[in-house]
């Protein structure tokens, strides 16, 4: 929504525009220097030049102090751009794109150029704070550190430790994301979660349950040998802009076809080959369509069905209903265009799939990323250079802190919550499972023996329902009591649906504390006048650790300044409140603790020790930190070294990068490819689901990575499988003992210096193979398992086929459902939602809600996505000057006929009411971007509420930019049947003049 500041003229640089207005006296000395961004220092240097910018050129004086260029990581997106920060006497002085990343190449967007203002920012928090009469009082660490930390332990000693919950963050680096989880653990609580709930759940719950790892298959840089790419529910240009890059040089140098499949016309939509609108909330219809097309044909990779693939003849059949003429009428585009498209993704393999949160945020969204695969397996791109599904996720480390586990339904490494995986992380983290047991509270229930349930095992409340946690009543929540105190770690509240609610909630808790390096919205949202604090927390930028791109891949950021102001880094601050709680000696029994600050390389040492599930396990400090300083030996396309000393490793070595660090295995750069050694990176489907279902077989059959010296599908690898193929000889007799001991038939956990002729003294047991037999690939802390089947060319995690139906999930084989809050009320006959039930802790409302109509007073869609100025909340970005000055309102896109029909102009103020009661008053911008009977509006936006402004309630000087309504003041109600994800992608809305 830019908008030209003077007619026919561009408007000049903010510095150019000030010396313009001194030159002819239209601006005094203060609005100069808050127009230019100077200091009162900076004056002198602009002194001398002329307002047209020229001067002639003189010799600089030599500076005083060194000069060291320092390579850090954007902290917006998940494409992971490298920036070369300069720094002068410990101040960071100048920025540059990385020219060797094999991700950004040299480039950066308008985000990424302009981190350095965060690092600098004058809007964050520069010390404690709370709030007093509502007034903000400053306050000291030590003081803070004691009032919140007595407060929550009132809370856990009168409530429960369920009552207080401890929200993680997407900008956490990989280290600080594994503590906090860790924290939550020892604290007693699986109340615990971040951003991902809200972004990609639905994506990791449906991807991991089609073949077994949720997560990006292939990479950004693997476009580039893509044949064709249909990007669907997602607008990189804006939401991922340094990717769009490799997409534009895929659509250029392969003549691919470029597909994209959008409610809205979108800035990415507009280099495509082909624009296919769709209604929104229709996905799994869409993609029916097409498969109606590509089976009606025969145009399916038969082979590899057979081969790879288990269920796909159930699918066939729903396909079958979805003949052009049903799916026109559900989706709105005719059939004769998705045949065109159909043919185009047939004749044009492999080809890529792209989504992002337009497709998952959704009631049925695990339904949508599931449809998605199955079109992929249909078409045979899987496991292929060029194919695959590449999941765009949101922030910089929203894929890392998924993968840590700052979840409420796992530990790091999607171990889950049962006593096993518990009992796992005891042994990694070296303390009893009977004290971490201890830590959580007793449901109140008995399980099937009788015995007191403990919430150790039990899924917490998602951050989607947090409030729901406070206002609903006690009788009606699976744990012990309401949530009653807060902690915002690092998350923009203003990102989630029922603002009006969430408000609610804040007022009735009893302490809110915010812990960030900006105050965020939930410093002002709520009335509360007292019971509030706000801590402040380092950028990335002043501290250092390795961060998880969308592709798998980690990187390590180095430490650029240090701490400003008096913000301290995260995980100083989990260990101080650790200290406080009184259990910071057992969780940092194995890290070193310096000035009060933990080691970071001893955090992921300690991951690695842990997450064998996702090969979490061979990405050491030193590997991490090679790789960064090695940028420029790492081919642009397939990410692979050649030469130098990363010789052969996929850059940021992708997860899955199996064994130990000793190992050297390269990682994965394209999950589940045949065609390329297990040890080398290749892979296949992962056998998560069991080896047979209804007397089917599920392993795969006639394939298998290259040099498996197993020519079939087979299992998991387990020591009883290595006891039966003979190959525990080839086991080190520090991994046997190693799983001897995890076994429970040694006491000592034995020492990696240990060496021995035989694994123990005295008799081998009669039940030993039992005994050891059950330790298998995910939980030997030795690798060995890994590493002994790797040997012999064979996944650790076994060899199936995808599943295309999945049996545990609401909707086995994906179905359309139409949104709760849904206009086509003649589709509620075939296509209704679920029924109402209780699950991850609370009553979830689906029926209830859509047999009431709405349309009538609601009767336009809306919908919400990203710009490409802002990110997240906004917080960050909009507290950024250079950002703040490109996008300056918040605003709504509506149709030109719908906007004549209720007499809006463009530019003019309007209220958009959603169904539940909340409105926002924002701007028209009155475009054919959005068809007709759809609104878009942005969710970057913050610090107005139903029409107030709050800027006065920011603590003085903290107040970004920028402010503006958020659109989820005005969204609803409705939460994906798997894993709660919220749907803000097709509610309903009424539009007026204000």
Not at 145 to 174: F, M
Not at 706 to 713: A, M, R
């Amino acid at each position: 929504m830019l908008r030209k500041k003077v007619n026919g003229t561009a408007e000049r640089a903010p510095l150019a525009t000030a010396l313009r207005d001194v030159a002819t006296g239209a601006i005094d000395r203060r609005s100069f220097l808050k127009r230019s961004g100077l200091t009162v220092g900076g004056l002198a240097a602009v002194s001398g030049l002329s307002s047209g910018m020229v001067r002639k050129a003189e010799a600089a004086e030599p500076s005083s102090g060194d000069t060291k260029t320092l390579k850090t990581v954007c902290t917006h997106c998940s494409v992971g751009c490298t920036v070369l920060a300069e720094v002068q006497d410990g101040v960071w002085t100048g920025q540059e794109p990385g020219f060797d990343s094999p991700f950004n190449l040299g480039s950066h967007c308008a985000k990424g150029a302009s981190v350095r203002e965060h690092a600098h920012g004058e809007r964050r928090l520069k010390y404690p704070t709370k709030l007093v009469n509502g007034k903000w009082q400053r306050i000291s660490w030590d003081e803070a550190i004691a009032e919140v930390g007595d407060k929550l332990l009132e809370i856990r000693e009168s409530s429960g430790p369920d009552s207080v919950y401890w929200l993680g963050s997407a900008k956490h680096s990989n280290e600080q994301a594994y503590l906090m989880r860790k924290f939550a653990a020892f604290w007693g609580t699986n109340n615990v979660d971040h951003q991902a709930r809200i972004c990609h759940s639905t994506t990791v719950a449906g991807v991991a349950n089609t073949w077994g790892y949720g997560a990006m298959t292939n990479s950004y840089n693997d476009i580039h040998n893509s044949k064709a790419i249909f990007v669907i529910g997602g607008n990189p240009a804006e939401a991922h802009p340094v990717s769009l890059l490799h997409l534009l040089k895929c659509k250029e140098e392969n003549n691919a076809p470029l597909i994209v499949c959008d409610p809205r016309f979108t800035r990415t939509a507009a280099h495509a080959t082909e624009y296919v609108r769709f209604r929104p909330g229709s996905d799994v219809a869409l993609v029916w369509g097409l498969l109606w097309h590509i089976f009606e044909n025969g145009w399916e990779d038969r082979e590899f069905i057979r081969q790879r693939v288990w269920g796909m003849d159930e699918v066939k059949n729903e396909i079958k209903k979805w003949t052009p003429e049903e799916t026109e009428r559900v989706t709105g585009v005719p059939g004769s265009q998705l045949k065109r498209v159909a043919r185009t993704l047939v004749n044009n393999r492999p080809g890529t799939v792209i989504w992002c949160m337009g497709g998952t945020q959704h009631t049925n969204g695990n339904n949508n990323t599931r449809a998605y695969c199955i079109l992929q397996l249909a078409l045979g791109n899987m496991g292929k250079a060029g194919g695959g599904t590449n999941i765009f996720r949101g922030h910089d480390n929203v894929q890392g802190a998924t993968d840590l586990g700052v979840l409420a339904d796992t530990l790091p490494g999607y171990y889950g919550l049962s006593n096993g995986a518990w009992k796992h992380w005891a042994r990694v983290w070296d303390v009893d499972f009977d004290y971490l047991y201890s830590r959580f509270a007793l449901s109140g229930e008995k399980d099937a023996d009788g015995k007191d349930k403990s919430m150790i095992n039990a899924t917490g409340i998602p951050v989607s329902r947090w409030f729901d946690g406070v206002l609903e009543a006690k009788e009606n929540i699976e744990q012990p009591d309401n949530v009653k105190g807060m902690v915002f770690w690092g998350h923009a509240p203003n990102s989630q649906t029922r603002l009006p609610d969430m408000k609610k909630a804040m007022e009735k808790l009893d302490i809110l504390v915010v812990i960030d390096p900006y105050p965020t919205v939930s410093a002002i949202l709520s009335d509360r006048t007292d019971g509030v604090y706000l801590l402040p927390a380092t950028t990335q930028f002043e501290t250092y650790g390795s961060v998880t791109a969308s592709n798998r891949s980690l990187q390590w950021r180095q430490k650029i300044v240090e701490p400003l102001f008096e913000s301290k880094p995260d995980h100083t601050i989990m260990h101080m409140f650790a200290e406080k709680f009184g259990f910071a000696d057992e969780m940092f029994k194995h890290i070193e603790v310096k000035d009060g600050e933990p080691l970071v390389e001893d955090l992921t040492r300690e991951f690695n020790k842990g997450m064998w599930t996702i090969g979490y396990t061979g990405q050491s400090p030193e590997r991490l930190k090679l790789h960064m300083e090695n940028q420029y030996t790492f081919d642009r396309t397939t990410l692979r070294a050649n030469g130098g000393p990363c010789d052969g490793d996929f850059y940021g070595l992708p997860w899955p990068s199996w064994g130990t660090a000793e190992m050297g295995h390269p990682g994965t750069a394209n999950l589940y490819d045949t065609s390329i050694p297990v040890a080398e990176g290749g892979l296949c489907f992962r056998a998560r689901f069991g080896v047979e279902r209804n007397g089917e077989n599920l392993l795969a059959e006639g394939s298998w990575p290259v040099g498996s010296e197993i020519e079939d599908g087979y299992p998991e690898f387990t020591m009883a499988m290595l006891i039966k193929l003979g190959w525990d000889k080839d086991l080190t007799p520090y991994e046997r003992r190693m799983i001897e001991w995890v076994a429970g038939l040694l006491e000592a956990r034995p020492d990696d210096a240990e060496v021995g002729e035989t694994s123990q003294t005295g008799d081998i047991p009669s039940d030993y193979d039992t005994k050891v037999g059950g330790v298998n690939w995910k939980t030997d802390l030795s690798g060995g398992i890994q590493r002994v089947a790797i040997k012999h060319g064979c996944a650790p995690f076994g060899n199936a086929k995808a599943r295309a139906v999945v049996w545990t999930f609401p909707d086995p084989i994906p179905l359309h459902r139409e949104p709760l809050y849904t206009n086509r009320r003649d589709l509620l006959d075939k296509y209704a939602t679920y029924e109402d039930k209780t699950f991850w802790r609370l009553p979830t409302l689906y029926k209830s809600i859509q047999q009431n109509d709405f349309s009538q007073d609601f009767p336009i869609i809306l919908t919400s996505g990203r710009l490409v100025e802002y990110e997240g909340g906004g917080d960050e970005t909009r507290s950024n000057p250079w950002l703040a000055e490109l996008q300056q309102d918040m605003f709504c896109e509506i149709n030109p006929m719908d906007a004549n029909n209720v007499g809006v102009r463009d530019g003019e103020m309007i209220w958009v009411h959603g169904p539940e009661g909340g409105k926002v008053k924002v701007k028209a911008m009155i475009t054919e971007r959005v068809g007709k009977g759809v609104a878009f509006m942005p969710f970057h936006f913050g610090g107005w509420y139903q029409g107030e402004d709050l800027r006065s309630k920011y603590p003085s000087g903290a107040d970004p930019y920028v402010l503006g309504e958020s659109t989820n003041t005005a969204q609803t109600y409705g939460y994906d049947s798997v894993t709660q994800m919220q749907e803000t992608k097709a509610t309903l809305c009424r539009i007026e003049r204000a």
